[in-house]
């Protein structure tokens, strides 16, 4: 295998700091880049906090976290950044305009061997290549927030991505921990966001329609499905029944299910109003700086807790 111990990891915000962290935690040499010293200074504070909830939870030992933050140092400094870097993991705002000039400044930065791996959620990797010349060395790793709590990572190969670097990246990410999965064609979403995408539009039309409430529906889900995926995906589930029921099934519901291709109003209102969720307090649920944090405490304690069933 070739080298890929010393990683970059360029912005350092909600999804930066925890994919440095756990490239960190495996012994890897990282490099934190971002715009000030003051996000790098919140980055391992979070990292940090990560690391105190870890071992309150039994998930890592007490001195794991000051072995990974060694590990772990902050550079403002682009070039200084990605001089001795084996892969850079480009996890910088969802904004093309800013993330182009950054492709080019790092193809001309960075060693011929280098690998540039994109966190973007929305852009497929073919689009940063373009502004490389080095499209071959080009991936999407897409990871899931918070990363080093949820095991996947979609790898998203471009037509010019080389097989030597995903399997460099494949491998890499299994070696510390990760669960990859190779996304072989450049879709939108990738994979799990398409199948969030659709269970969207079938919930808002569920909601639009007035047959269920989002309150009720978020109990339907955790009640039914969510308690079984963590543990076994649909195509498992469904064998364990029978290919023909769900054939007869979905004869049934194909026709009636939700098939627009808008965003509904009843979301695109939500918006208007400026009811977004935890960052106003409103949503379709009201909000206040407690409850948000106790929802987020109960899922990280539950995600730690779905780790030790993973084979
Ligand atoms: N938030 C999620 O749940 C999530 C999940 C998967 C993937 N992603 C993707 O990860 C990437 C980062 O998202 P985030 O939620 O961590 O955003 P964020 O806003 O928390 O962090 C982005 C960081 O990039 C820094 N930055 C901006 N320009 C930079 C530059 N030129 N050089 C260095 N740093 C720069 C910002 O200062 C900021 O700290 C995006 O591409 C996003 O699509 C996000």
Known sequence: MKNTQNITVIGAGLM????????????HQVILNDLNDEVLKTALTRIRANFEMMTKEGMCKPDQGDLALAHIHTETDLAEAVSGADVVIEAMTENLDIKLPLYE??????APHTILASNSSSYIPSKMAAATQRPDKVIGTHYFNPPFLIPLVEVIRSAQTSDETTTLIFDLLKKIGKTPVIVEKEVPGFIANRIQAAVWREILYLVE?????PQDIDVVVKNSIGRRWPVAGPFEITELTSLKQKQSILKELFPSLASFSEVPNILNEKVERGDLGVT?????????PESTQ?????????????????E
């Not at 400044?105 to 960075?110: N, V, Y």
């Not at 106003?280 to 206040?288: A, R």
């Not at 109960?298 to 993973?310: E, M, Q, T």
Request: aromatic share 10%; charged share 25%.
């Open 16 to 27: 930066g700091h925890g994919i440095a962290q756990e490239f960190a935690q495996a012994g």
């Open 294 to 310: 106790a929802l987020k405490d109960k899922i990280a304690k539950a995600l730690i807790k779905i780790d030790r069933w993973s």
């Open 105 to 110: 400044k790092l193809d001309a930065l960075c």
């Open 209 to 213: 329609e007035g047959v269920a409430t």
């Open 280 to 288: 106003t307090g409103k949503g379709f649920y009201d909000w206040t």
